[in-house]
C-alpha cells in the first residue's frame, strides 16, 4: 500500500458527459500528478500540481483540468468525453525534495467512454 | 510524448533464469527510475539512479545508467514467478516524469 487513494476504482460515462475523479495523496506529500495510461501503453504525463498551482503539463487538450486542495488532495476532470478518453486513470504523489521525488502510485480508476 | 522506450516489449523466462530489459531516452535527464505495475493497477517505484550514477543494486535487482548512450538496463536476478508484471523506465526531467510503453515480464514457474 502507497497511501494513496483513488476514487472511484471503475467508471462508464457517456461520450459528451464530464466526469470528475478524486485522488487522496500520501500523508505529507506536496505535489500530485496525474497520468493517462490506455491499454498496453505507459503512462502519459497529463499535468501535475504543486501546493495548489499548476506545475507543469503534458500534451493534453484543455478540458483535461485538475484542482489540488488545501490537505494536497487533488481531482481531474474531463469535459466533453470522448471515446478515446477511455483508459486508467494514475494519480501519484510525492514530497519534492532536491531532484529525487519518488512518486508513489494510487491504483487508478478505470474510466470506460461509451 | 513518451520519453523512454523499453526493450524487449515483451519477455517471457523460466523462474530462475535473469531478466535484463533495456531503456533508452532521448534528452538529458536529472534521473532514471523503474516501476512495476502488475496487470491493470499502479505503479510501485523499484529503484531510482541519479545521473551521476553509474550502477545502482537493490536486492535481485541491478540498475546500469549509460548517459553518453542515454539508456539504462534492469536486471532481475533469479526470478520468480512473482516477478511476472509490467516493467517501465520513466525519467524525471525537472519533475515531470515521462515513462516508456514498458517492457511485459513473464517467468513460468
Known amino acids: 500500500e502507497t497511501g494513496v487513494t483513488q476514487s472511484p476504482t471503475h467508471l462508464i460515462k457517456t461520450r459528451g458527459q464530464q466526469v470528475t475523479l478524486r485522488c487522496s495523496s500520501q500523508?505529507?506529500?506536496?505535489?500530485v500528478s496525474w497520468y493517462q495510461q490506455a491499454l498496453g501503453q505507459g503512462p502519459q504525463f497529463i499535468f501535475q500540481?504543486?501546493?495548489?498551482?499548476?506545475?507543469g503539463r503534458g500534451n493534453f487538450p484543455p478540458r483535461f483540468s485538475g484542482l489540488q486542495f488545501p490537505n494536497y488532495s487533488s481531482e481531474l476532470n474531463v469535459n466533453a468525453l470522448e471515446l478515446d478518453d477511455s483508459a486508467l486513470y494514475l494519480c501519484a504523489s510525492s514530497l519534492v525534495v532536491g531532484q529525487t521525488p519518488e512518486a508513489f502510485f494510487g491504483q487508478g480508476t478505470r474510466l470506460t467512454v461509451v | 510524448s513518451q520519453q523512454g522506450e523499453e526493450d524487449p516489449q515483451a519477455l517471457s523466462i523460466q523462474e530462475g533464469e535473469n531478466a535484463t530489459m533495456n531503456c533508452s531516452y532521448k534528452?538529458?535527464?536529472?534521473?532514471l527510475q523503474w516501476y512495476r505495475q502488475n496487470s491493470g493497477r499502479g505503479l510501485v517505484h523499484l529503484i531510482l539512479?541519479?545521473?551521476?550514477?553509474r550502477e545502482k543494486h537493490s536486492g535481485r535487482l541491478r540498475v546500469t545508467l549509460d548517459t553518453s548512450k542515454k539508456s539504462s538496463s534492469l536486471l532481475i536476478t533469479a526470478s520468480r514467478a512473482a516477478d511476472t508484471a509490467s516493467y517501465f523506465c520513466?525519467?524525471?526531467?525537472?519533475?515531470?516524469?515521462?515513462f516508456g510503453a514498458g517492457t511485459r515480464l513473464t517467468v513460468k514457474p
Open positions: 520513466a525519467t524525471d526531467n525537472n519533475n515531470d516524469m515521462r
Open positions: 534528452t538529458s535527464i536529472n534521473n
Open positions: 539512479i541519479r545521473s551521476n550514477e
Open positions: 500540481y504543486y501546493r495548489e498551482e499548476e506545475n
Open positions: 500523508s505529507g506529500h506536496n505535489t
